[in-house]
């Protein structure tokens, strides 16, 4: 069983409060108003349950992007100090092992995300 934690509880008052509060700003003759305060529990539920569920994927989704984007940056400059002259050829090996395993860390990333998300037993 999950556990409901602080920021579920937000959402979910803070939504079914904002429903309420929109409901009220509206005139008395819109057709809408009985209807949103009468349901903004169960609107607040659906909201809290959408951000149940969609959170942790968009949780991942940023973090990967930060992450493509400095792996993207880190293969640039591998790739720039190949391209030094000065750089001796041990270092050069060196420098294309790690390019290497930052482009391969993208598999690992993505397989500990599968993982996590597979139910266990």
């Not at 934690?5 to 959402?11: A, G, K, M, P």
């Not at 539920?45 to 984007?69: D, G, M, Q």
Request: with cysteine.
């Amino acid at each position: 069983m999950r556990k409901i934690s602080s920021i579920d509880s937000i959402v979910g008052a803070g939504g079914g409060t904002l429903i309420i509060k929109l409901a009220q700003n509206l005139p008395d003759s819109h057709p809408l108003k009985s209807w949103l305060i009468i349901l903004a529990p169960a609107i607040a539920l659906f909201i809290r349950y959408l951000w149940n569920f969609l959170s942790p994927e968009v949780t991942f989704r940023v973090k990967r992007w930060r992450t493509a984007r400095n792996r993207k940056n880190l293969v640039c400059q591998i790739d720039s100090m190949l391209m030094d002259p000065i750089l001796s050829e041990e270092s050069k090996a060196l420098l294309k092992v790690q390019s290497e395993q930052v482009k391969l860390s993208i598999i690992d990333e993505l397989f500990q995300h599968i993982e996590s998300t597979l139910p266990t037993k």
